[in-house]
């Protein structure tokens, strides 16, 4: 049973090949053949590929599932002429905001390939912390979507709803702890994939030294050349911010050093992008699909660009004083801005320009909030009280967000800074704080001590 099971198995393997191959223009086809060369070298030859181990970080957006689709070609045409092939380890990124249409991206592109039942590869997702086997049926912990929500919530006052601080910085962070323990984990691997494009990666390594450098952890050896020192700076900066942000230590996980250290394998010269006239019929293969405001993402890095809309919208109408509309509308012109200095799949422009249309801010409004609720227990009355930030510096901004939003509450503002000084106060004080807030008085408190971020 056994030798049948494995030779089914190998002619299931070679029609995934062929479909792939389908796909692939001649551009992509040569490309291919070359990462197969690289892949080679790095494995110190063709006799040790058979031990080597590949680690790529897959974000369920469109240079992810590329990136994949060539490395999957790359492990079944080295099996098909040779006794042994590499490893591969594929780490899913998801967040309590990841939407479902992206967990459907990860897992039909999975089974597209028939990556599931394969022993050569590991399908692993970071959830709280600790890696599990992914399984898109299996949410993301409730302890998960509560440090969320609380990060979320904290650096959202603390930035005044400043979308990269809120989301984009912090989900870099994790995405460099997934990448730290992903590649350690069972005696570790010998490349992680880097599939980033040159331009974009020299940016957030500029960022990763510049942060670094002011945290004081920055060393003498290159980021890019040595993946296990960028790991570990890049975990103390996570857990010093945790601790400066949250006013608390990051609890630590101890870890067996890796049994092998790690390199870099770029490889993002060889991904020849989708063409344009091939782009859908390659997608289709393994079922990219694309949120209605996805549009200016290409990964979803753990931040759903349908919330980040939802804050420019929510901005414009109650800081600003223009209206959602035009929030919404400042959004999808930034995106398409992007769409002209990057290629875009044709069926995610047009879903770009199709919100564009009568009543599209209202219907995504409501799809925005019901996300936040959702993904992090938030009311739009909590998410537009953080973009305010009215408890930090001593509440410099408490009177201007209750004129705005709470004129009710004016003649309470003495007993809401007492409040928020630790002084005693009535429970309905404390009730509409925790209440319009989305945190706990103490929380408050600490704020109330800090200054808002440049």
Aim: proline share 5%; net charge positive; hydrophobic share 40%.
């Amino acid at each position: 049973m056994g030798t049948i099971h494995s030779q089914a198995m190998q002619y299931v393997y070679q029609q995934v090949l062929q479909r792939l191959f389908e796909r692939f223009t001649q551009a992509q086809r040569a490309s291919l053949q070359l990462l197969i060369q690289r892949l080679l070298v790095a494995a110190g030859g063709a006799e040790r590929i058979d031990g080597f181990k590949v680690m790529l970080a897959y974000g369920g957006g469109q240079t992810s599932a590329i990136a994949l689709a060539f490395l999957r070609a790359a492990q079944l045409s080295i099996a098909a002429r040779s006794p042994g092939t590499f490893s591969l380890r594929v780490v899913a990124t998801a967040q309590a905001g990841t939407s479902s249409t992206v967990l459907g991206n990860i897992d039909r592109a999975f089974s597209a390939m028939m990556l599931y039942d394969d022993p050569r590869v590991d399908l692993l997702i970071l959830d709280n912390g600790t890696l599990r086997d992914f399984d898109v049926r299996q949410a993301i912990s409730r302890d998960q979507q509560q440090a969320e929500r609380r990060d979320t919530l904290v650096i959202g006052h603390l930035t005044a709803g400043q979308a990269r601080a809120t989301f984009f910085n912090r989900c870099y962070l994790d995405l460099v702890e997934l990448y730290r323990q992903g590649s350690q984990w069972e005696g570790g691997v010998d490349a992680v994939i880097n599939a980033v494009p040159q331009p974009k990666r020299k940016r957030y390594m500029a960022w990763g030294r510049r942060m670094l450098r002011e945290a004081g952890g920055l060393n003498q050896h290159p980021l890019e050349a040595f993946p296990a020192a960028m790991f570990q700076g890049f975990a103390m900066l996570r857990n010093k911010q945790h601790s400066q942000t949250l006013g608390e230590p990051m609890p630590t996980q101890t870890a067996e050093p890796p049994a092998r250290a790690p390199r870099f394998l770029n490889i993002d010269d060889l991904l020849i992008g989708v063409e344009p006239g091939t782009g859908d019929l390659f997608l289709s293969l393994l079922g990219l699909r694309f949120d209605d405001l996805a549009f200016g993402y290409n990964e979803s890095a753990g931040v759903n660009p349908l919330l980040v809309a939802h804050f420019q919208g929510l901005r414009a109408e109650y800081v600003e004083g223009r209206s959602y509309q035009a929030g919404i509308d400042d959004y999808v012109r930034q995106s398409l801005q992007l769409a002209r200095l990057k290629p875009m799949p044709p069926s995610l422009l047009n879903s770009t320009r199709s919100q564009q249309g009568d009543g599209a801010a209202e219907r995504q409004r409501q799809l925005a909030s019901d996300l936040a609720w959702q993904a992090y227990g938030l009311s739009e009355t909590q998410l537009v009280c953080l973009l305010f930030a009215p408890f930090v510096d001593q509440g410099r901004n408490l009177s201007v967000f209750l004129n705005r939003c709470a004129p009710g509450m004016l003649a309470a503002t003495p007993l809401l800074h007492k409040a928020l000084q630790a002084k005693p106060a009535s429970a309905p004080v404390i009730q509409w704080l925790e209440n319009t807030s989305g945190l706990p008085l103490e929380t408050l408190q600490m704020l109330y001590q800090r200054s808002l971020a440049n």
